[in-house]
């Protein structure tokens, strides 16, 4: 079984369209995450909430919006998407927050082109 | 702020040989230590992590890493690659928090 499952793992699109990348982790974890890596294979954390709450938002702009519906699921909505977010999007969970040091589970990625 | 600076951007080597994969941290205070690697079209699996105690760090598939405290550094090494250690090597860092901040990566790739 897949432990962090996000669909769809491959996107293309056009620029100023709205999409939606889902998420859902099945280890049973308090904590999710989205992190973008972009075409030099930087990864940065994007946002994590935890038990459906907001914990970090990294300064992101705001046509991204990160929806939980409930612990096991974090969803990622664009609005107006623009060239530069062509990227892997990768969802991630954690057993622990507010503590450093856990071990990070991550999906396969959401690789998507706007075009 | 803390940071990570992976000083290889990539690492060319033959099957069968020892390889080292360097990672420096900069921080004030201190620091959790990761590394993960991303196989290709694939999502990052945790390779290993350094909490507290022992400064050597044994992880999967055969992959050690050693905290230097004093020279802020988590290098990675592995006596012995396969092609199939072929891959991008992530080091991160996390400190207080579950945010982990990510060096920009090390393309090993291992030649027969």
């Known amino acids: 079984d897949t432990a962090v499952s996000q669909t769809p793992k491959y996107l293309v699109t056009q620029m100023g369209n709205d999409k939606s990348i889902k998420c859902e982790q099945n280890l049973g974890h308090d904590t999710m995450y989205w992190y973008k890596q972009d075409s030099k294979k930087f990864l940065k954390i994007m946002f994590s909430y935890n038990n459906k709450e907001l914990i970090i938002n990294e300064t992101v702009p705001n046509r991204f919006s990160p929806k939980s519906p409930d612990k096991a699921h974090l969803n990622l909505h664009i609005n107006s998407l623009e060239l530069g977010d062509s990227a892997v999007y990768f969802c991630?969970?954690?057993?622990?927050?507010?503590?450093?040091?856990?071990?990070?589970?991550f999906g396969e990625g959401s690789w998507l082109t706007v075009v | 702020a803390q940071s990570v600076t992976q000083l290889d951007s990539q690492v060319p080597v033959f099957e069968e040989a020892p390889v080292e994969l360097r990672c420096n941290y900069s921080s004030s205070v201190s620091v959790y230590l990761f590394w993960y690697v991303q196989y290709p079209n694939q999502g990052l699996q945790l390779l290993l992590k350094y909490l507290s105690g022992s400064t050597l760090v044994k992880g999967i598939n055969g992959f050690e890493a050693e905290f230097n405290k004093s020279q802020t550094s988590f290098h990675l090494r592995k006596p012995s690659v396969h092609i199939s250690d072929t891959a991008e090597y992530f080091c991160a860092v996390s400190v207080l928090t579950d945010k982990l901040i990510f060096g920009t990566g090390t393309r090993l790739q291992v030649f027969p």
């Open positions: 991630a969970s954690s057993q622990l927050t507010g503590a450093a040091g856990n071990t990070i589970y």
